[in-house]
């Protein structure tokens, strides 16, 4: 496969349930992100990973937590969500230290919280 | 705070107009501003890419801009298809980190 690459594409799980979203890139690459896009808001940096090291995390609830094994894969722990987690979660990466640090993007996961 | 915003917040051109999206950012000190196309309900396919000592970038029928002291960057779409239909996004990376920051978008319908 190339490129960056999400699963699952769709979601559904209830308030109680504990689930992971994972994303996988392809392209040699050392910075991960996750962004979360609701309906009618624009997208929101959640957290970014640089050479496997958490650099940024934008006030996110705690109800999520992300994990970067390796500078491939990432993973986004989700437990006891709410129903205004409900979005579409993209995975994007980058190079973290060699311009010009263009970001690709995932298809994302669809996460319906019921 | 870095703010980007885009305007307008929706077009609907007929098919062979040349076009022009605005994207604005509240803080010049960015590293480079980068324009992304998403389709329903999926990722976003990046389109350019401009860094902060850049005046534009052109591919093929797009072309963007970049006047960073004003706060502004455009992406002119020459030549409009019904392909070309799509949410167009603009992200400003700062100096600071690794922070991006998007805008709304522009939702775009280029009619046959």
């Known amino acids: 496969e190339t490129g960056v690459t999400q699963t699952p594409r769709h979601l559904v799980m209830g308030m109680t349930n504990k689930k992971s979203l994972k994303c996988e890139q392809h392209?040699?690459?050392?910075?991960m992100y996750w962004y979360k896009q609701s309906a009618k808001k624009p997208l929101e940096l959640m957290f970014v990973y640089s050479l496997e090291e958490r650099v940024e995390n934008n006030s996110v609830p705690s109800r999520f937590s992300p994990e970067c094994p390796n500078s491939s894969h990432l993973f986004l722990h989700l437990h006891t969500l709410q129903p205004e987690d409900s979005a579409l979660y993209l995975c994007a990466s980058s190079q973290a230290r060699t311009s010009p640090y263009e970001q690709y993007f995932g298809p994302g996961t669809r996460l319906t919280v019921t | 705070k870095q703010e980007v915003t885009q305007i307008p917040a929706a077009l609907s051109v007929p098919e062979g107009e040349n076009l022009v999206l605005n994207c604005s950012f509240t803080d010049s000190a960015i590293y480079n501003l980068q324009w992304f196309r998403q389709d329903p309900g999926k990722g976003l396919t990046s389109l350019l890419l401009i860094q902060s000592s850049q005046r534009e970038q052109t591919s093929g029928r797009l072309n963007a801009s970049l006047d960073k002291s004003s706060g502004r960057s455009t992406l002119y779409i020459a030549a409009s298809q019904p392909g070309d239909s799509a949410t167009y996004l603009c992200?400003?990376?700062?100096?600071?980190?690794?922070?991006?920051?998007f805008g709304p978008g522009t939702r775009l319908s280029v009619l046959p």
């Open positions: 992200a400003v990376r700062d100096n600071y980190g690794q922070n991006f920051v």
């Open positions: 392209l040699g690459h050392n910075a």
